[in-house]
């Protein structure tokens, strides 16, 4: 592990000339942050004159709450030579994360409360926080729920079925009405599968040209009405994972302004790629839901711009070498991303002006820890100190061999980007990388 050998407890440490980065806000005068015993004591003007713990000079460099991956696959248990949650969150702490949540769809399923104290367990020496997401569904099979009250018990933050939806609406509102007495999110993967049994891509011109079955949008939007109707029945919190097209997005923004309680995430590869991608980069142009059109990716940056779309997520999706490079048809889906993530936001969304920085970092913080509830994404005094420290203007290539995570499928191979991770603090756990 080259990157987890330098991790230090240091319980007393002082970051001097930090431009910090809050949810809403950035300051642009230089600040000190101090952090006592693991937590937050005090931002401002602090002299470093006879501090006595650690002290480090960030010389402008940015520092924010902790970043938040709320969609990962980190494939353990049954998936290890994909990736482990060591692994995963090596790779996690390369790309700036302190947070994952790591979905149920591992084999066994996480659908039982012992397996969710297995993934604390792996995780709980870690600088990385492992946020894990229980099943819906026994099995993810659809049929017959899990026991949802002793899965958050045991430390499950959200439920999702994902890599499959909720199929039958009796079911979902069941699980909602369970979800909303635990104030927990259900997370759907909104795909509805009666429209292709064995799709590649988005169903389209593109499609046509490379003669590869397509889904249509429609398969997406169709899940996203039902999940928005069940949940206003409810009133329980719907949480729409990796939105694709536009008129999802548009159905999301009605909804929201009904009163319902939904909120979406993006990958950047949708709000990067299109459909013609696939042409271009292959297998790792393959994911689930597929990229889209134009037209859907202009959608994803209105929708985060006016803050329909309230997370960044990356659907993490590591899959060796060996299965990835295969017919198209037969590839697996998805790509990963942790190492990637911040890089795309900052090169596509703050350098553009499409976001502020402090927009971006928000919907990377404080959004994912508001949806579930986490006590994160924020620089609260006197509260747990989670905190990742980077260079927004650093230039650099990406490099998949230099990966941390085990796996290295990845579209992004030789793009430049902006950032470069400093530091995290997170745990009472000190990182520089
Ligand atoms: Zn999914
Ligand atoms: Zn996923």
Known sequence: MGSTDSIKRIDKILFTNARVIEAEKLSEQKQDVVIEDGKLKEIGKISSAGFSGKVVDLHRLALCPGLIDMHVHLREPGGEHKETIETGCDSAMAGGFTGVCPMPNTTPAADNPKIIEFLKNQSKDLLVDVFPIA??????????????????????????????????????????????????????????????????????????????????????????????????????????????????????????????????????HHFILTEEAVAKYGTNAKMSPPLRTQEDVDAMLKGLQDGTIDVIATDHAPHSQKEKEVEFMIAPMGIVGLETALGLVLSRLVEPGLLTLPQAICRMTKKPAEILNLERGELKIGGPASLTIFDPEHEWTVDKRQFKSKSQNTPFQGWNLKSRVFGLYNNGLWWQA
Do not use: Y
């Open 135 to 268: 099943a819906v569904t026994k099995d993810r099979a659809g049929a017959v729920l899990t026991e949802m009250k002793a899965l958050v018990q045991a430390g499950a933050v959200a439920f999702s079925d994902d890599g499959a939806p909720v199929t039958k609406a009796g079911i979902l509102r069941s699980a909602m009405q369970n979800a909303k007495k635990l104030d927990v999110p259900i997370i759907e993967h909104c795909e509805d599968k009666s429209f292709s049994g064995n799709w590649a891509m988005n169903e389209g011109v593109v499609s046509m040209r490379l003669g590869l079955p397509g889904i249509p949008g429609m398969a997406e939007e169709v899940m996203v009405a039902r999940d928005i109707q069940v949940a206003e029945c409810t009133g329980a919190k719907i949480h729409i994972a990796h939105i694709s097209t536009a008129k999802a997005v548009a159905l999301v923004r009605q909804a929201k302004k009904q009163g319902v309680q939904v909120t979406c995430e993006v990958m950047p």
